[in-house]
């Protein structure tokens, strides 16, 4: 256990580790549960709630249908990324989680922005500690869930990034399917805390599940190639040199191009291109350890700076002949590492291809590919992350 954000929060479990749990969720038929009852829940209500939110992320709220949601990021005045959520539309009602370490000022900046804009109509409702949050994930997920879900419930219906306010054994939750792994999976709103015991037991008398900690929930993460908040996301990385456009929406689109959200004239021209800056995060891959977040990175002739890593990981399910993760399996999505990349490389049949070597000791620096490409990955129909930290 590790204090975080206020909260005791379990890294690896006893008798496990941190390389077990994170084969098991990786393993077919398998599934895991993840204590992330420290993020934050809102419900945000008023017939103005979605107009608001538009005023405060980057992305499409308004387009969402019943039960609907995606991924988004709240951004400063300058375009910087303050954290990213997952918004659904859940019909009378729009639910938002927001990380856990960003969550008080995350409140804080909205009940400025809603000080702001006082002609609205718009209530925030942050749950506290009266709610909390369990995450299912792996393969067999779905398996798992299904017997504690009211009867008739349609898990072939029940779509990736959507989400319902439901029982899990006959208890009050809201089920969105989502997750930060890469795998099929749910995140569970446990609406009352004295639940939420409750549930993860009876998740976990499954025999195929086990609970898994913060440190192969970020393994996973980044074998999937996804972001994390405070690592390779910051209020100084915008969307554009973050690789995350998409949340934006595709070219032509009413958000590229009506724009409206903080930041906006300086990461987009006024037709809704975005604008060209000198770093940009890429994914790469190497053949030998993995390089430590911090570290620099060089060019392959050693003689100039051309970025930064952000977060870095042994890819585990690879090189132990596992399937690979969803995430890693849809073929415009990366994984492995990140990076800052100061001088983006050299653009080539729809990725970016360079040379790049960085220090791991005094004296000594290991050469490797550098490939990476976008990640245009639309939040409702590819891979996608909700938040984590």
Known sequence: MVPFAGYELPVQYAGAGVLKEHMHCRAPGKASVFDVGHMGQIKWTGADRAAFLEKCVVGDIKGLGAGEGRLSLLTNESGGILDDTVITNAGDYIYMVVNGACKVTDMAHLEKMMAENSDMDVQMNYLGDDATLVALQGDGAKTALQPLLPDGFDMERFAFMTGVDTTVGGMECRVTRCGYTGEDGFEIG??????????????????????????????????????????????????????????????????????????????????????????????????????????????????????????????????????????VRHPRLHHGQHAIDATPARRRGGRFSGRATWPTRPRSRREMDLRAHDSPVDSRTGPARSPLA
């Not at 025999?207 to 913060?214: A, D, F, Q």
């Not at 604008?275 to 890429?282: A, E, L, N």
């Open 190 to 327: 446990v609406t009352h805390t004295k639940d939420a015991v409750a549930v993860a037991e009876l998740l976990l008398s499954n025999e195929n599940v086990e609970p898994c900690g913060l440190g192969a929930r970020d393994s996973l993460r980044l074998e999937a190639g996804l972001c994390l908040y405070g690592n390779d996301l910051d209020d100084t990385v915008n969307p554009v040199e973050g690789t995350l456009l998409w949340t934006i929406g595709p070219k032509d689109t009413r958000r590229r191009t009506e724009q409206g959200f903080p930041g906006a004239s300086n990461m987009l021209t006024a037709e809704g291109k975005p604008k060209k800056f000198g770093r940009k995060r890429v994914g790469f891959m190497g053949h030998t350890k993995p390089a430590r977040p911090g570290a620099d990175i060089y060019s392959a002739d050693g003689t100039t700076k051309v970025g930064t890593v952000t977060s870095c990981t042994v890819l585990e399910s690879n090189r132990r002949g596992a399937s690979p993760p969803a995430a």
